[in-house]
């Protein structure tokens, strides 16, 4: 790692890149506190809602203001985690990463699922170790009955967001415009 001293990315920007960073980091920072670690969270909130649809590392740590090394440890996080795709254009040698454009919270939900089945079979086994009437198996018990709850749940709303994700889009829009009008 060198001792180059970034820029500011808040500085010398048109108002909406500020406004744009302003959104990263307290977006970024709700995702940290929910256990992603800073520099991933920064990543993809920026590339969640900045307006282009892919990047190259060299064009997120622009934008962000930070160096290509943190950008690779944080592209490599967020892809192995499900939240960001990397592909290449045919015979390039650039990486090039993109969020899950037309459905990403869904996508990533869909892929917790098997994340959840490792959960329930591993907990099983854990009651069957334990005792099913003892303190901790109970707990254990209450822990296997969530993740089969949310086995069954999960496809469900999945597809009840795909059926109504439309017309909620917008609704949304229409508060949010109905909010500017106001102003």
Same mark, same amino acid.
Do not use: C
């Given at each position: ?8 990315? $808040? ?15 307290? =977006? ?25 649809? &892919? ?8 934008? !962000? ?15 192995? @985690?499900?939240?960001?795709?990397? @592909? ?8 090039? =990463? ?14 917790? $699922?098997? !994340? ?17 009437? $003892?303190?901790?198996?109970? &707990? !254990?018990?209450? $822990?296997?009955?969530? =993740?089969? =709850? ?29 909010? !500017?009008?106001?102003?």
């Amino acid at each position: 790692m060198t001792n180059e001293q970034q820029p500011d990315p $808040t500085k010398e920007k048109p108002d909406n890149t500020k406004a744009l960073l302003r959104f990263v980091e307290r =977006f970024a920072m709700i995702l940290a506190e929910s256990g992603m670690d800073r520099m991933p969270a920064r990543v993809f909130a920026y590339i969640l809602a900045e307006d282009s649809d &892919r990047y190259t590392a060299a064009e997120l740590a622009e934008g !962000l203001g930070v160096s290509r090394a943190a950008i690779s440890g944080a592209t490599r996080a967020l892809v192995d @985690g499900g939240f960001i795709d990397k @592909g290449r254009e045919p015979g390039s040698r650039v990486d090039h =990463f993109m969020v899950y454009d037309d459905d990403v919270w869904a996508a990533i939900a869909q892929q917790r $699922t098997p !994340l959840l089945s490792r959960y329930q079979t591993v907990v099983d086994e854990g009651v069957d170790l334990i005792g099913v009437d $003892t303190r901790g198996g109970r &707990r !254990l018990l209450q $822990t296997e009955a969530y =993740f089969d =709850f949310m086995m069954e749940a999960l496809p469900k709303i999945v597809d009840e967001w795909h059926s109504r994700k439309n017309d909620l889009v917008e609704e949304a829009a229409q508060r949010h415009r109905s909010r !500017l009008t106001d102003v």
